[in-house]
């Protein structure tokens, strides 16, 4: 079985420019979260989909960050532009229940993105 | 809030050696789910050992173990037998009951030398 699969796995931008990077979650997954980890901090929550529906974006951190999931299958996370603080790796994770005994997230490999 | 807190931020252990990586954490959940996530340099994101709060039998998985105190909101994770391959950044994370998000702590990087 496919994991969750996490595309480009590096990104190196300039400030001001714009990157979209996509998750595809593992297949009949109807949850996919995305996640982000600033160097040498918490990973951090971004938000939540069920399906195609944002569940939870609370801790997406402002305007520049969009995410889309359209028809329920991969999703991308763009952000636009970009500044120097985005900089870090940004995880996708996939789960087939949401909470309950079972609950497991299957996480991607992440794409580390630096802004310069 | 829930908070999720590791203290040791690099550790260090011999093959075959025991460790155990310590992890507390704040909830005012009452069920809730403990988590021990290890990243190796591959960077993916492996479950390693999972815990409800509402079973008070610690979690094992083969070489793996909990020490899960709840009134004390601690999660310890021990890896007996260490190997090679245990070598990761280790996140201890917590979950509420509905499964929203993930609360990670900062890590733990585990060497572990031959």
């Known amino acids: 079985e496919a994991g969750v699969t996490q595309f480009p796995s590096h990104s190196v931008i300039e400030k001001g420019q714009t990157v979209t990077l996509r998750c595809d979650p593992i297949s009949g997954h109807d949850n996919l979260y995305w996640y982000r980890r600033v160097m040498g901090k918490e990973i951090k929550f971004l938000l939540h989909?069920?399906?195609?529906?944002?569940?939870?974006e609370s801790g997406m951190p402002n305007n520049r960050f969009l995410a889309e999931r359209t028809g329920g299958t991969y999703s991308t996370l763009k952000v636009q532009p970009a500044e120097l603080e985005d900089s870090g790796v940004y995880f996708c994770?996939?789960?087939?229940?949401?909470?309950?005994?079972?609950?497991?997230?299957?996480f991607g490999s992440g794409t580390q993105l630096s802004v310069l | 809030a829930q908070t999720v807190t590791q203290s040791q931020p690099e550790m260090s252990v011999q093959e075959a050696e025991t460790v155990t990586l310590s992890c507390t954490y704040d909830?005012?959940?009452?069920?809730?789910?403990l988590f021990w996530y290890k990243q190796p340099p591959s960077r993916q994101m492996i479950l390693v050992i999972r815990?409800?709060?509402?079973?008070?039998q610690n979690a094992t998985e083969n070489r793996f173990s909990v020490n899960f105190q709840k009134a004390a909101k601690s999660f310890s994770l021990k890896i007996s037998d260490s190997q090679l391959g245990d070598t990761a950044m280790y996140f201890c994370a917590s979950m509420n009951q509905a499964g929203t998000a993930l609360i990670f702590g900062k890590g733990t990087t585990l060497s572990v030398s031959s």
């Open positions: 989909f069920v399906k195609e529906s944002k569940q939870d």
């Open positions: 994770a996939s789960s087939q229940e949401l909470g309950g005994t079972n609950e497991k997230l299957f």
């Open positions: 909830t005012s959940e009452n069920n809730y789910y």
């Open positions: 815990q409800e709060a509402y079973k008070q």
